[in-house]
């Protein structure tokens, strides 16, 4: 059976952990390459044992000439680079009165400026090849909301409305910009000031027993790789622009 990656080449960031690990075992096991960007080096480089097309990258996302150095080691090999996988992000939780300009400016920093720089980055080979995929995360945070996470909701929201932007922009050289929006999903992320959030009775109560999440669980990080898989490969040929929700219904109920 054909892989529906192979002969791709892909960088994912976020890839130590949670959706952006599990995108890279799924993109790996679909015979791409894959560049995987994080800081804890020891989580990539287990990755990479794991599945021999993987290399790690180890640097900040706010370290903007790493991210150069990144995307260059990933082009110079292959002589190409496919699919944009922009999906490091982190959130904290404080009212707005308790928060700070600083926190502001590095959430920004991390969740929205670097998907920015690395579309900067890629684009240029991309528009050479004629040929490219980029995928951004951003959050059902950014279509409703909750209290405590303005900054993240503001990243999450500037996330979708560049997108697509970008995407007309880039549509006359066939590269592609579409949006996934996870819902709740079970990962570190989930883990709140040592807290499986989605342990909690409130969370039972609320999102499970009463269906706030119509489907009646968090989601696994395997089940928005699969979403981010299919913006990323050939089998998406007439979607741009888009965001996906994958949410298990999070959104549509009141
Ligand atoms: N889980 C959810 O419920 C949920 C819901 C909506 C949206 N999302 C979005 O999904 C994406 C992935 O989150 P996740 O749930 O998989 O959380 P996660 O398990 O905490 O993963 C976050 C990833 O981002 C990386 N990262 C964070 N800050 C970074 C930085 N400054 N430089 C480089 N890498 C950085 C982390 O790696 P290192 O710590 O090793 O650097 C990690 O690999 C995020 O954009 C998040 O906003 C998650």
Redo the contacts with the bound molecule.
């Keep these: 059976m054909s892989r529906l990656l192979a002969n791709k080449v892909a960088l994912i960031?976020?890839?130590?952990?949670?959706?952006?690990?599990a995108t890279v075992r799924r993109f790996a096991r679909e015979g791409a390459t894959v560049i995987a960007?994080?800081?804890?080096r020891e989580?990539l480089e287990e990755l990479a044992r794991e599945y021999p097309g993987v290399t790690p990258f180890a640097?900040?996302?706010?370290d903007h000439a790493a991210l150069e150095q990144c995307v260059r080691q990933a082009v110079t090999p292959h002589g190409r680079i496919d699919v944009l996988v922009n999906?490091?992000?982190?959130?904290y939780y404080q009212r707005h009165t308790d928060s700070t300009l600083e926190q502001w400016r590095q959430t920004m920093a991390?969740?929205l400026e670097?998907y920015y720089v690395l579309a900067q980055l890629v684009v240029p080979h991309m528009i050479r090849q004629r040929y490219g995929r980029i995928v951004n995360?951003?959050?059902?945070?950014a279509l409703a909301s909750e209290p405590l996470v303005g900054a993240?909701a503001a990243s999450?929201g500037g996330i979708n409305a560049w997108s697509r932007t970008l995407a007309v922009d880039l549509a006359e050289y066939g590269i592609l910009v579409n949006v996934v929006?996870?819902?709740?999903?079970?990962?570190?992320?989930?883990t709140i000031h040592g807290v499986d959030e989605t342990t909690t009775p409130d969370f039972q109560e609320w999102y499970v027993r009463r269906r706030k999440i119509p489907l009646a669980r968090?989601?696994q990080?395997e089940e928005?790789a699969n979403a981010i898989l299919f913006l990323s490969g050939d089998q998406c040929t007439y979607i741009t622009g888009h965001t996906l929700v994958v949410d298990g219904g999070l959104t549509i109920t009141f």
């Design positions: 960031t976020g890839a130590s952990s949670g959706i952006g690990q960007l994080a800081r804890r989580r640097c900040d996302v706010t999906n490091a992000g982190f959130s991390v969740n670097a995360v951003s959050s059902t945070q993240y999450k929006a996870p819902g709740c999903i079970h990962t570190e992320m989930s968090p989601g990080p928005v």
